[in-house]
């Protein structure tokens, strides 16, 4: 959740024609992190809650290339980025711990 704050706190420097473009895909792909942790968690079987982290990590590296996207276009400094790009990295360390994991205790 603090990643998505601080996504919409960088994605606000962006110019307003960007706002249906690379703004709307950042803060989608950011608010689908714990958005698809919550629902996987929600569900019934560990190997949907396996899927669901997946599909959780996919949007975490759709995030990282648009920050990144945004730093090389210079809409933003990579200074502004920093934060995100560190929550990010730690985020997906979190979500491969998880995952392996759960992947162990599936095995039992």
């Known amino acids: 959740m603090d ?12 110019p307003s024609e960007e706002r249906f473009g690379l703004q709307s895909q950042c ?6 992190i714990p958005a698809n942790i ?21 949007s975490l590296k759709e995030l990282e290339t648009h920050l ?19 929550q990010s990295e730690e985020i997906g360390k979190m979500l491969g711990g998880l995952r392996k994991s759960l992947q162990r205790s599936a095995r039992c």
Do not use: D, P
Request: proline share 0%.
């Open 3 to 14: 990643l998505v704050a601080e996504v919409y706190r960088v994605s606000n420097a962006l």
């Open 27 to 32: 803060r989608r792909a950011a608010i689908s």
């Open 38 to 58: 919550a629902e996987g968690k929600g569900r019934c079987h560990i190997n949907e809650y396996l899927n669901h982290l997946s599909i959780a990590n996919g």
């Open 68 to 86: 990144f996207v945004m730093v090389r276009l210079g809409y933003v400094e990579e200074l502004a980025v920093q934060s995100a790009i560190g």
